[in-house]
Structures are given as structure tokens and as C-alpha cells.
């Protein structure tokens, strides 16, 4: 069994010096912590992936469609689309799940 909380990914991500960690990896997926600093410099990923924002608020963009976002909200990105997070609060991280096809 594998359990993640906010405060462990968060001191993994500290120490990784980097917006993402990659904090589990399986055969069909792997589960990361993104919290970037300021700026979102995202550019379209190669596979599905999943975000359930952990903390924060802001809009998220994808592909031509932006939303407002808060702390429990999750949100599906296929494949080669562009999309990222803009005007977010200095709180905000998300865990990311990306998809093996």
C-alpha cells in the first residue's frame, strides 16, 4: 500500500528543487506533486493525464476553454493538448496522474 499526503510531497518537492516530483511510478500510471513558482511554463505532455488540485485557487487553461479552479477540483487533459495554470494563488500545487498507454 502507498500513501501520499500534501506535507510529504511537499518536502519532496522541496528538496527536488524542481515544480514537478515524480512521487510514484506504475505500470499504467505515475503520481507527481506540481507546484510552480509564479509562472506555469507547462508545454503539451505525450500522454493523458489528471490534475486534483491539492491547494490553491486560479484559472486553468486547456486548449481554448479557461475555468476557475479551487482546492478538491480535478481536471482531465488528453494527449498533445495545450493547457496550464494562470493567475494562481502563491499557495497553489496539484498532484498530476499520468496515464501508460
Not at 34 to 44: A, H, L, M, N, V
Not at 74 to 91: N, S
Request: negative net charge.
Amino acid at each position: 500500500m502507498n500513501k501520499f499526503t500534501i506535507a510529504e510531497a511537499m518536502n519532496r518537492h522541496m528538496s527536488a528543487n524542481s515544480d514537478y516530483t515524480q512521487l510514484f511510478e506504475q505500470g499504467s500510471f505515475d503520481i507527481g506533486f506540481y507546484r510552480p513558482i509564479r509562472f506555469d511554463k507547462q508545454t503539451p505532455h505525450t500522454r493523458d493525464e489528471l490534475y486534483i488540485i491539492a491547494s490553491g485557487s486560479g484559472e486553468f487553461v486547456c486548449g481554448s476553454e479557461t475555468q476557475s479552479f479551487a482546492t478538491g477540483d480535478i481536471f482531465f487533459v488528453p494527449a498533445g493538448v495545450e493547457h496550464g495554470f494562470v493567475k494562481f494563488t502563491y499557495d497553489f500545487a496539484t498532484w498530476v496522474v499520468f496515464f501508460r498507454t
